[in-house]
């Protein structure tokens, strides 16, 4: 899950972020006023999607801070977050907040900056980067606007104690997982991020894994809206190759996430070729071992994972298909992957689902293709539970971003990794 937005649209915050003068603070002799100090929102992606959990205070140029004069009620924070697309009376986007958020704790970083950190959980209203609409199934990067106010002096370590007057919000959008894919746009014009492994260049050739996300986060272009953002964001499916496990069992590997124009599922064929054209011009400026190149996917992306493998039978190493769709959808038409296809398939497959899936029938649709497709394996969870949090039935995907799927002992990164192109 083109707008001329960028991809950190975040409202200004300068006019609405404003400082107070404290009581009593003027009694110091050595009392000391900054006009400006701009903060960036720090985020992190869970299980169920990103959110902002804690925000850096460029507070390094003031001087020392001494860390006791900190304290959980040094600031307070007020988060707002809307669409950036209007939204019909009729309709709904979840995830929209205009609330105040909890300070945890407040520490120094290493540069001598505050860092505020914020409660979040799994599920949590508040924190959220991202919205859902829901007449069009669509993720969107939220506006946020953040208002910072200090309650309480901070106090350097030489005694003089400062008064923020104005915290002014900074465009940027921090996360160091998602920040670590480039952005690129295909000659055909279909965006797409791309993780390059450490020393790239020094190690012979590496893996590419293809991750193609779920309907929710491919773009609406009625609305001018295509960010190449929510495919990083949405959930762990992509990130996860990227974490230094995945990135240990793979021996370094490439991790391209294309976006779709629309979903996946509504014109599987005609996006094939559009990312077949990405997989070559990432293969021909990469170090890419071309009988190591994977395909993953959830939803949407589960159903076009398979696809590709039906279009380019000789392409990939392995296909990892989560909560696929191959029947009909909606009921009544024709089957996106029909039988026969499913049975020629040549590709190495490991296919994933949950047994209490209410968005894509499990034995309909993964069950199905399973005893269809030569040689393939499959896991089949109850419920799809990490961390002590029950998830949708149908983010089974968590799983495969967690490499939790194994047979026999072998879980799935490690299958996939030993795969080379037949």
């Not at 009620?73 to 907040?97: C, L, Q, R």
């Not at 272009?221 to 964001?233: F, Q, W």
């Amino acid at each position: 899950m083109a707008r001329p937005i960028s991809r950190r649209t975040i409202l200004a915050a300068g006019t609405g972020a404003a400082g107070l003068s404290l009581p009593g603070v003027a009694a110091y002799a050595d009392d000391h006023a900054t006009t400006s100090v701009r903060f960036t929102l720090n985020a992190q992606v869970l299980d169920g999607g990103e959110q902002v959990t804690s925000i850096t205070l460029n507070t390094a140029r003031l001087g020392p801070i001494d860390p006791a004069s900190l304290t959980t009620g040094t600031f307070t924070v007020h988060a707002k977050a809307t669409s950036p697309i209007p939204i019909a009376d009729d309709d709904v986007i979840f995830n929209e907040y205009d609330l105040d958020r909890t300070v945890t704790a407040v520490r120094l970083d290493r540069r001598g900056n505050i860092v505020l950190d914020l409660s979040h959980a799994e599920g949590r209203t508040g924190g959220s980067t991202l919205g859902y609409i829901e007449s069009k199934s669509r993720n969107v990067m939220l506006d946020l606007a953040y208002t910072i106010t200090q309650r309480a002096p901070i106090v350097l370590l030489d005694h003089r104690s400062i008064t923020i007057e104005n915290f002014v919000q900074s465009h940027r959008l921090s996360d160091p997982e998602v920040d670590a894919f480039s952005f690129h746009i295909s000659g055909s014009g279909m965006k797409y991020r791309l993780y390059s492994p450490t020393h790239a260049s020094r190690r012979g050739k590496r893996p590419l894994i293809v991750w193609l996300h779920g309907g929710g986060e491919g773009a609406s272009l009625p609305d001018n809206y295509y960010d190449n953002e929510t495919t990083l964001r949405a959930n762990r499916g992509a990130l996860g190759f990227a974490t230094p496990q995945a990135q240990r069992i793979f021996n370094g590997a490439y991790v391209l996430v294309p976006q779709s124009t629309s979903a996946w599922m509504q014109d599987g064929p005609r996006f094939a070729p559009l990312i077949h054209e990405i997989i070559g011009d990432v293969t021909r400026r990469n170090r890419i071992d071309h009988d190591r190149i994977y395909v993953a996917g959830c939803s949407n992306g589960g159903y076009m994972s398979m696809k590709m493998t039906t279009v380019y039978p000789n392409l990939f190493a392995a296909s990892v298909p989560i909560c696929g769709v191959v029947t009909s959808f909606p009921p009544g038409g024709a089957p996106l992957i029909p039988d026969s296809e499913l049975a020629r398939i040549t590709t190495p497959s490991w296919l994933v689902t949950s047994l209490d899936d209410t968005t894509v029938d499990p034995q309909a649709n993964t069950s199905h293709a399973h005893d269809l497709i030569p040689d393939s394996l499959m896991t089949l969870y109850d419920h799809v539970v990490w961390n002590g949090h029950q998830f949708a039935g149908h983010w089974s995907w968590i799983y495969v971003a967690r490499n939790d799927p194994s047979i026999n002992g072998t879980h799935i990164w490690q299958w996939m990794a030993a795969q080379h192109r037949r």
